[in-house]
């Protein structure tokens, strides 16, 4: 049974008090709060079992190989992927840099496409842009309706009719919420395109809802491990694979611990991919703590994750409407072959006559928090007109009075600026 | 801060009625900024009397929140009344900013919104200063 008040419990943070008032926390498509099972399982490890990784042959060094491997097996899991298609990284950003570093830059021809979308966040934006610029490809993009839904039929003409090479698409936007149709994309890539790639952005769908890599058949996901209850720093990169075994994908960082010999002027490479793909000391202890979160998720299930946020988006949707200054951006109602409304993780919004900043640092004087500006999808922003938006996220440990708190809050903004 | 100290009558009043608003159809110096994290952008004409280096007009334009809008316009308003010159502009900062609006400070986030339409007018100012032999 889902109980918001007990999980509240695990988050010491969520007590603080904000401008004396209570601390409203909406902020989570930024990044989330930590249950104090992930801050103590990363303090357990640098307090017991901190060394480097297998490079000493001393007990301290098995013991933080061992918590680096178990948790590389547990993070792997949570996203139905094998241990062998798991990268660590910090963030999504660098996830999607290491695609295009070491997967792009090697396969991409002058002419080629890169098939994405006018609402990327600027991390799966501006990576492929410098790509284009990198192998003289170009970009172009899917068309979406008002609400940020994809086109598909636009996405068959141009998968038709293109040279496309990469398809890289959002799961869930972080400005829109609209939940983009996976199968429906990768089964028409698939069909159309087989020999390009997929790359899926999945940073806010992973904190939503339950994800398999083996299932979605996309070749890349990328997500943040802090926005999923995970420490900042952490950050899972998937790669098919046969991507990895083929070495169509090669590594882009190179150093320690990701050889196998080294010479004076040229060196071989380690034949394990997990290896070969971690260049350096790798951040153990951020690795511990997320799976320590995916620990803590897998216990609740996702499922009941999903359900317990699709129906804090419901209410937020329905309450907001009730705001006559409120211009919900993004999906507000079921699409046509559906029952329900294909938003996931927030609720985005434009205040009549208000700018965005000012709703926000009001919010904040009622102990809200929430974003505002951009949320890095400058185009999309352009391309609406909007020259900035709030934004209410959530997280399993946000209630629908929240969301109340969230409105009653907005009511102080008519008042001040009447 | 509360709401109540940051957003009191004098921002407010600037934000509802801001002053020297419009275009200079050909303007001595002219200069635009955005501040990319939240979306505010202005662009700022300015007359200046080569002669003496007084602005004798200054029209800004552009889309923003009300800190930048009341900073933008009091800050005009300023520079028209007390017939300020290029060279008094130039030396104004965040503090001079500050005192404008009647704060002592503001939360680091807003800090853009407080200084974009002084940026940019000393933006358009530096364009017009003689290049470095």
Redesign the interface.
Known sequence: MFNVSSIRQDFPILEKEI?GHPLTYLDNSATSQKPIQVIEAISHFYQNSNANVHRGVHQLSDESTQAWENSRRTIAKFFGADPAELIMVRNTTEALNGIAYGWADHNLQEGDVILTTSEEHHSNLVTWQEVAKRKNARLEFIAIDEAGRLDLSDLEEKLKNLPVKLVALVHVSNALGVVQPISEVVTRVKKLKPQARVVLDAAQSAPHMPLNFDHLGVDFMTLSGHKMLGPMGSGVLLVKKKLLQDQEMKPWLFGGGMIAEVQLETSTFHEDSAERFTAGTPDVASAVGLAAACEYLSKIKMSEVEKHDRELVAYALEKLSQVPEVKIVGPVSPPPDSSQVDRLGSVAFLYEG?????VA??LD?QGVAVR???HCT?PL?QHFG???TVRASFQIYNSTSEIETLVSALA?VKK??S | MSSADLYQELVLEHFHRPQHQGQIDTPTTTASNINASCGDAVTVDLQIDSQTGQIKDLKWRGQGCAISTAATSLLAEKIMDEEMTAAQVSNLNHKSALALLGLEEVAPGRKKCLELGLKTIQKALEQTEPSPK
């Not at chain 1, 208000?354 to 000012?358: G, P, S």
């Open positions: 401008h208000v700018h965005a900043h000012d640092q009001i004087s505002s500006g951009h400058m922003h909007w020259p900035a102080e001040v600026f």
